[in-house]
C-alpha cells in the first residue's frame, strides 16, 4: 500500500473528481478528512478511515478550524488534497464582482490559506505533500469561463511557487490538471444534447485515449504524488486530459 499509515485532508471529497481520490487513498492505506459544505454522503460516512467535516472554504475563517479539526481526528496530517472549487459560466462583458470574488475565494484563496494552516502540522510529521487540483482551463479556454481559467492559471502559479517556498521542510506541492472528467454534471450535460450518443462520440474523439477521463484516474495521479514514489518531484503542473490538449485540431 502506497498510504499506509498516511494521513489526509480532502476538500470538495464527497463525489467526482473529489469522490475518486478519496476512493483511491483509501484502497492505498490512507484516512481521510473529507471536508465540504454539505454532510457526509452516506455511502462515505459509513467507511472506516474517513472522518467528514462540514465547512465553507469560501469563508476565510473557516480556514483554521478546519486544519485544527482535521489534525485532532487523524492525529497528524500528511497530504492536503486542495479539490473543491466552483465553476460557472460568464462572458467577460457580464461578468459580476461579486461573482469573481466568489470564484476566487474557493478556487485560489482557499488552497493558499489552508496550505498555510496545515504548515504546523506537515512540520510536526517530517515533511508532507500538497496536491492541488487545476485544469486544462489554466492553460486554455472554453468561452464564458473568463473567472473559472483565471483561478485555475492562478492555481498552477501558486503551486510552483509552494514548492520553492516549502521545500526546505520537506513538504511537496503539485498540482494536477485534468481535462474532461466523468462526473454526474457532465452526463446530465451529454444526456440534455439533441443526440447523447453523437455527442459522446464526438467527446471521445477528441481524445487520443479514445475516451473521457474517471475520478480514479485523478485517484490514481493523486496517490502517485502523494506517496514515495514521487519525492523528487515537486512545482509540477501535471496534465491529464487522455491528449486532448497535445492534438491540434483539424478544420475538416
Known amino acids: 500500500m502506497q498510504l499506509k499509515n498516511k494521513t489526509a485532508i480532502i476538500t470538495g471529497g464527497g463525489q467526482g473528481i473529489g469522490g475518486g481520490i478519496v476512493q483511491r487513498f ?21 467507511r472506516p478511515g474517513v472522518t467528514g467535516i462540514q465547512a465553507d472554504l469560501g469563508d476565510p475563517s473557516s480556514i483554521t478550524v478546519v486544519a485544527r479539526q482535521a489534525a485532532e481526528a487523524l492525529g497528524g496530517i500528511d497530504i ?13 462583458e457580464s461578468l459580476q464582482l461579486e461573482e469573481w470574488d466568489r470564484m476566487m475565494a474557493l478556487n485560489l484563496r482557499a488552497p493558499l490559506f489552508l496550505a ?3 504548515l504546523p502540522h506537515m512540520r510536526k510529521r517530517g515533511g508532507g505533500s500538497i496536491i492541488n487540483i487545476g485544469s486544462i482551463e489554466g492553460l486554455a479556454a472554453n468561452p464564458g469561463h473568463t473567472a473559472y481559467c483565471a483561478s485555475k492559471a492562478g492555481v498552477h502559479g501558486l503551486t510552483r511557487a509552494m514548492a520553492v517556498d516549502l521545500g526546505k521542510d520537506n ?10 472528467i466523468s462526473s454526474e454534471l457532465s452526463d446530465n450535460y451529454l444526456e440534455a444534447q439533441a443526440d447523447p450518443t453523437a455527442a459522446r462520440q464526438a467527446l471521445d474523439g ?6 473521457v477521463g474517471q475520478p480514479e484516474d485523478v485517484g490514481n495521479v493523486a496517490v502517485f504524488l502523494a506517496g514515495g514514489q514521487s519525492t523528487f518531484m515537486t512545482g509540477e503542473v501535471v496534465v491529464l486530459d487522455g491528449g486532448r490538449t497535445a492534438k491540434l485540431p483539424l478544420p475538416f
Do not use: S, T, Y
Not at 492536503?80 to 467577460?92: P, Q
Not at 477528441?206 to 475516451?211: I, K, N, Q
Open 171 to 180: 513538504i511537496r506541492c503539485n498540482a494536477i490538471a485534468p481535462g474532461w
Open 80 to 92: 492536503l488534497v486542495n479539490n473543491a472549487g466552483i465553476m460557472f459560466e460568464r462572458r467577460v
Open 116 to 118: 498555510q494552516a496545515v
Open 26 to 46: 483509501l484502497e492505498e492505506g490512507a484516512r481521510v478528512a473529507v471536508v465540504q459544505r454539505r454532510p457526509l454522503e452516506p455511502a462515505w460516512a459509513d
Open 206 to 211: 477528441l481524445h487520443p485515449a479514445g475516451r
